[in-house]
């Protein structure tokens, strides 16, 4: 599988069964709420990456997108496809930072959707990611994502990323700022974790 090839992956597939949960536990709308107005209207197709448990993903299907959604850890992707099971979603194994099976298809999206997944590439993994996310948007398509700041949990592979950074390699991807702002946070934890929403248009 791409287990193997994706070290963001790491602490993810044993602990799929808690993280259904607790992703879960925060609504779409909690979620994508604040982005939805930004977004082109159904029906039109959203891709998302690093889907999780699906939430996000049969959030979008609901609403009447048609939805792509790549998850390479194999025990989210099984559960989020026995979670949503009653929503048309196409699943990919497939993930940052090469998109290699969505890149193969030729796939273009109007909307690419990134929560809560850029933090698990390392510097050089962020510079060869941006341009391949940017590819799959066509001309005038929203790419968001959210950027985690805060403490990393044990046994997962997190890293510090900055707006600026973000930001200036979305710019040489062809991707132009429309939203930067911090996100509501949902989940209770001991130590605080903020989180920073872009929104991006392909030009």
């Known amino acids: 599988t791409l287990m193997a090839k994706l070290s963001g992956t790491q602490g993810y597939s044993q602990e799929a069964p808690t993280l259904l949960r607790t992703y879960e536990s925060i609504t779409f709308e909690?979620?994508?709420?604040?982005?939805?107005?930004?977004?082109p209207k159904p029906p039109c197709r959203v891709l998302e990456i690093g889907a999780g448990t699906g939430r996000d993903a049969a959030g979008f299907a609901r609403l009447g997108y048609e939805v792509v959604a790549a998850e390479p850890t194999d025990e989210m992707r099984e559960g989020a496809k026995k979670l949503h099971a009653d929503v048309a979603v196409e699943w990919l194994d497939?993930?940052?930072p090469d998109l290699t099976v969505l890149r193969g298809r030729k796939d273009r999206f109007d909307i690419v959707m990134m929560t809560?997944?850029?933090?698990?590439?390392?510097?050089?993994?962020?510079r060869r990611g941006m341009p391949n996310v940017a590819e799959l948007a066509r001309p005038g398509g929203v790419v968001s994502m959210t950027l985690r700041y805060g403490p990393v949990p044990e046994g997962r592979r997190m890293f510090e990323v900055s707006t600026g950074e973000t930001i200036a390699l979305a710019r040489e991807s062809g991707l132009a700022v429309i939203l930067d702002e911090i996100e509501p946070t949902h989940l209770k934890r001991v130590k605080p974790v903020t989180w920073k929403r872009l929104v991006f248009r392909r030009l």
């Open 94 to 96: 497939d993930g940052l």
């Open 116 to 126: 809560a997944v850029w933090m698990h590439l390392d510097e050089a993994e962020r």
């Open 30 to 39: 909690q979620s994508q709420g604040r982005v939805l107005p930004l977004l």
